[in-house]
C-alpha cells in the first residue's frame, strides 16, 4: 500500500506538470483545448492526490507501523479523532495535505472562473500549476509519507501529548486553508501583470479568495490562541513565537490589501500597490511555512530542519523576482495620473490604515527574523522577545483605534469640518468619558490601560452608531421589527456592514488583552482536600482528588470549587496531571472557569498524594472572555462581507456618499 | 496485486482526463461557444431592435407634440 502512495505521488507531479505545460501553450497559442486539457491536469493532480491522502489514513487507521510516518506519529492506543488529525501532525503528512488542498483550491478557483475570466484563465492554471508542482514534488521527493522504516514495530512513537488536544483536530487545518487560500490571488495578479489586463478585473476576481482566506487564517490564528492558552500552561494566547509571527504577517498585509482594493475600485488609486500586496501575501505564507521546515527558528511548532526548507527559499526568491520583473515591466501601464489623495477624507485613512498595518508586518517581520540573521551573519545567539513586539504592538493599536473611531465618519472625496464636528461629538465624549471612568476605577496607577480604553470607547461609539443609522434607515420600511432590520442592513451592504462588525470585534480584542495584560495576577496556594483559598474576589475550594490509572495512561484529577463573594457558587473547576505510558514528560491539563469579568485560570502544579494535598498556580486574567468573543466577532464580520448573498445588494463597488455616516469597508 | 490494478486504474483515468479536452471533447465545449455566441448576439439584435422601436415612438411622440 505505501508504493501505492509513492505512486499516487508521483502521478499527480506528472498531472500537474502537464497542467503547468499545456497551460504556458495554450496561453501562447490561444488554443482552449490545451487550456482546458491543463484544467483537466488540475483535477487529475486532486484525484491522484485525494487518493494519495486516503491511502495515508488508511494507514495510519490500519497501524500500519511498517511505515516510517506512521510508526512516529500514532500508536494503538491513540484514538480515531487524533489518528485522523496524525495526517497532519508531522511535516510530511502536512505537507501532502497542503498539497492536496491546494489541488482542490486550484480546480475551485478554476471551475468558478472559466466563464468570467478566460482572458485570465490559463496564466492563473499555469501559476496554480506551478505552485502545486513544487509542493507536489516536494512531499515526493523530500518528505515523502509512504516511506518504509525497513522492519516493523509492535507500536508506534504515539502522538506528542501536547498535539492530544482539540486543537490539534481544526487549528491546522483552518491555518492551512487561509495560507493556501492566497495563492489564487497571487495566480490572478500575476496573470493580470502578464497578460496586461490591469483594470480591476483581477480585483473583482480574488475579492472573496482574499475575504476568505483571511477568515480561515484568522480562525486558525484564534484557535491556535485557544489552545495555547488551554494546553500550554503558561497562562497566555500569544508568546511571539516565531511561527505564530509568521502566520500572522500573511493575514496582516491581506488585511491591509482589503482596505487598499476599495481604493483602487473606486478611485482607480493603488494599483501597482494592490498587486505587491497580493504577491507580498503569498510570499509570505511560503515564508511561514519555510520557517517552520527549514529549522531556521526555534519554536514549539517547528518541525525538524530539511531539505523542504531550501526547496521553499527557492520559491520565495523565484516569487519576489518573477513579481518585481513583472512589476517593473508593467509599471508605465501602471502609473496613476488621477488626482493625489490628500485631505480629511476616507482616501487618506484607508491609506494611512495601510501604512500602519505594513509597517507593522515589517516590524514583526525583522523581530522574526533577526536572530536567524544574527546567527547566520555573526554567529551569535540573539533573542527578540516579547518585550520588542510589546512596544511595537502598543503604538500600531493606539493608531487603529483612531482610525477606527476617525475614518467612518469621513466621506470620500470630501471633507466638511462642520460635518465632521458633528458626527465626532458623540464618539468623542464617549471616548472622554470611558477614559475618565478607566482612570478613576484604576487610580490612575495604569495611564495607558486608560489611554487604550478611552480610545477604545471612541472607536467604539462610532462603529455602534454606524451600525445605529445603517438599522434605523433599513427599519424605516419594517418600523416594528427590530431584529428583521438589524438583521437585513447586512446583506444589503455586506461590505460596510460586515467592516463595522470586523472593526467592533477587533475593539473588543483590544480590550480584553488591554483588561488582562494591565491587570491579571498570578497566586500559588498549597490545599489539602476540604481547604480552601481566598483568590481575589472568589473562594476556591480543594474538593477532590483522583487517581485514574489505565494501561496506557496515568492521571491524577484535582477537582476545585469555585464561589463568588458571599459564597454563591460559581462553578467547578477541574485541572489535571497526566502521563502517556510512551512519553517522558508529564504534562497538564489547565481548569479554566470563564467568567463575564475573568477567567479563573487553575494548574495543578505539585501533588501529594498520600497527603492527599496539592499545589496549584491560580491566575485571574481578567477581560479574556472579551478577548475570544472579539476575536469570533471579528470573524464573524469577514463572513458577513464574504458571503454570498442571494438577495440583491449594492456591494457592486458604488460609493455611498449620502449615507448619514459611513464605515471603513471590508471589500 | 490489487495495488497494481489500482494504479493502473488510477493511471488510465487521469491520462483520460487530460487527453479528453485534446481528442474531441472540444467540439463539445465549442458547440457551447457558438450557442454562448448566438445567445450574445441574439441580445445585441433584440438591443437595437429596442433601441429602434424606442427612437420610432419618441419621433412619433415629437411630431404629435408638433401638431
Redesign the interface.
Same mark, same amino acid.
Given at each position: 500500500?505505501p508504493?501505492?502512495g509513492t505512486?499516487?505521488l508521483l #502521478?499527480a507531479l506528472?498531472?500537474s506538470v502537464?497542467?503547468a505545460v499545456?497551460g504556458t501553450l495554450g496561453h501562447r497559442s490561444g488554443r482552449?483545448? #490545451?487550456v482546458?486539457?491543463a484544467?483537466?491536469?488540475l483535477?487529475?493532480a486532486l484525484?491522484?492526490l485525494t487518493?494519495a491522502s486516503g491511502v495515508l489514513v488508511t494507514l495510519f487507521l490500519t497501524r500500519d507501523f511498517s511505515v516510517r510516518y506512521v510508526a512516529e506519529y500514532s500508536d494503538r492506543s491513540l484514538e480515531l479523532s487524533y489518528t485522523i488529525a496524525a495526517f497532519w501532525a508531522g511535516q510530511n503528512g502536512s505537507l501532502l495535505f497542503w498539497a492536496w488542498v491546494l489541488a482542490a483550491t486550484s480546480v475551485l478557483a478554476v471551475t468558478l472562473h472559466r466563464d468570467r475570466h478566460r482572458e485570465l484563465l490559463p496564466v492563473v492554471i499555469v501559476v496554480l500549476a506551478t505552485t502545486l508542482v513544487v509542493f507536489t514534488a516536494l512531499v515526493a521527493f523530500t518528505s515523502n509519507p509512504f516511506q518504509r522504516l525497513g522492519f516493523t514495530p509492535s507500536d508506534g512513537a504515539g502522538l506528542n501529548a501536547m498535539l492530544r488536544n482539540w486543537g490539534q483536530l481544526y487549528h491546522p487545518p483552518a491555518t492551512f486553508l487561509g495560507y493556501i487560500g492566497f495563492t489564487v490571488p497571487f495566480a490572478f495578479a500575476i496573470a493580470a501583470l502578464v497578460t496586461g489586463r490591469l483594470d480591476d478585473e483581477w480585483i473583482h476576481a480574488v475579492r472573496r479568495w482574499v475575504l476568505w482566506s483571511w477568515v480561515l487564517l484568522g480562525l486558525g490564528i484564534l484557535l491556535g490562541a485557544r489552545w495555547a492558552y488551554t494546553e500550554l500552561g503558561w497562562g497566555g494566547y500569544w508568546a511571539w513565537d516565531p511561527v505564530e509571527n509568521v502566520s500572522l504577517l500573511p493575514w496582516l498585509t491581506a488585511t491591509a490589501y482589503l482596505h487598499t482594493a476599495v481604493l483602487q475600485e473606486r478611485r482607480g488609486k493603488l494599483r501597482v500597490w494592490n498587486l505587491v500586496l497580493a504577491i507580498t501575501t503569498f510570499a509570505l505564507t511560503v515564508f511561514g511555512t519555510f520557517l517552520v521546515r527549514s529549522g531556521v527558528a526555534a519554536s514549539v511548532h517547528a518541525f525538524a530542519e530539511s531539505p523542504a526548507g531550501l526547496w521553499l527559499l527557492g520559491v520565495i526568491v523565484a516569487v519576489v523576482l518573477l513579481g518585481t520583473g513583472l512589476l517593473v515591466w508593467r509599471l508605465p501601464e501602471l502609473k496613476d495620473r488621477s488626482a493625489p489623495i490628500g485631505g480629511w477624507t476616507r482616501e487618506t485613512m484607508l491609506v494611512v490604515t495601510n501604512a500602519v498595518l505594513v509597517l507593522y508586518t515589517l516590524a514583526i517581520f525583522w523581530g522574526t527574523l533577526f536572530p536567524a540573521l544574527t546567527n547566520a551573519i555573526q554567529g551569535r545567539d540573539v533573542t527578540v522577545g516579547a518585550p520588542f513586539f510589546d512596544r511595537v504592538t502598543l503604538p500600531v493599536t493606539l493608531a487603529l483605534l483612531v482610525l477606527f473611531g476617525l475614518a467612518p465618519v469621513l466621506a470620500w472625496r470630501r471633507a466638511s469640518a462642520a460635518g465632521l464636528t458633528r458626527r465626532l461629538a458623540v464618539p468623542v465624549a464617549v471616548g472622554l468619558l470611558a477614559g475618565v471612568v478607566a482612570v478613576v476605577l484604576d487610580g490612575a496607577a495604569n495611564p495607558m490601560t486608560s489611554v487604550v480604553l478611552s480610545l477604545s470607547g471612541f472607536a467604539l461609539a462610532t462603529i455602534v452608531l454606524e451600525l445605529h443609522h445603517g438599522v434605523h434607515a433599513h427599519g424605516l420600511r419594517h418600523p416594528k421589527d427590530h431584529l428583521p432590520a438589524f438583521l437585513g442592513v447586512f446583506p444589503r451592504n455586506p461590505r460596510r456592514y460586515g467592516g463595522a462588525l470586523v472593526h467592533l470585534g477587533v475593539v473588543l480584542l483590544i480590550v480584553g488583552v488591554a483588561l488582562d495584560v494591565t491587570y491579571r495576577s498570578d497566586e500559588r496556594h498549597t490545599l489539602t482536600v476540604g481547604e480552601s483559598a481566598e483568590v481575589g474576589r472568589y473562594t476556591l475550594t480543594f474538593a477532590d482528588l483522583d487517581t485514574a490509572v489505565t494501561a496506557t495512561r496515568m492521571s491524577l484529577t484535582a477537582t476545585l470549587e469555585l464561589a463568588r463573594p458571599g459564597g454563591r457558587d460559581a462553578g467547578t473547576i477541574e485541572t489535571e496531571r497526566y502521563l502517556y505510558a510512551n512519553q517522558e514528560q508529564p504534562r497538564t491539563h489547565v481548569g479554566v472557569r470563564s467568567l463575564v469579568r475573568e477567567d479563573v485560570y487553575v494548574i495543578l502544579e505539585e501533588v501529594d498524594i498520600d497527603a492527599q494535598r496539592a499545589t496549584f498556580s491560580v491566575l485571574l486574567h481578567p477581560g479574556v472572555l472579551w478577548l475570544w468573543l472579539g476575536g469570533g466577532l471579528l470573524l464573524l464580520g469577514g463572513v458577513v462581507a464574504a458571503w454570498p448573498y442571494a438577495m440583491r445588494r449594492d456591494d457592486a463597488g458604488e460609493p455611498d456618499d449620502r449615507a448619514p455616516v459611513t464605515t471603513g469597508e471590508v471589500r | 496485486m490489487l495495488?497494481v490494478l489500482?494504479?493502473f486504474v488510477?493511471?488510465v483515468?487521469?491520462a483520460w482526463?487530460?487527453?479528453?479536452?485534446?481528442l474531441g471533447?472540444?467540439d463539445r465545449?465549442?458547440d457551447a461557444?457558438v450557442v454562448d455566441a448566438a445567445a450574445d448576439a441574439e441580445e445585441v439584435v433584440d438591443l437595437e431592435a429596442m433601441i429602434a422601436e424606442r427612437r420610432r415612438r419618441m419621433a412619433a411622440t415629437d411630431r404629435e407634440v408638433e401638431r
Open positions: 500500500m508504493e501505492f505512486f499516487t #502521478l506528472a498531472a502537464w497542467a499545456t482552449r483545448d #490545451l482546458e486539457s484544467a483537466a491536469g483535477r487529475g484525484v491522484s487518493v | 495495488e489500482a494504479a488510477l493511471l483515468l487521469v482526463m487530460v487527453l479528453q479536452p485534446l471533447r472540444t465545449h465549442a461557444e
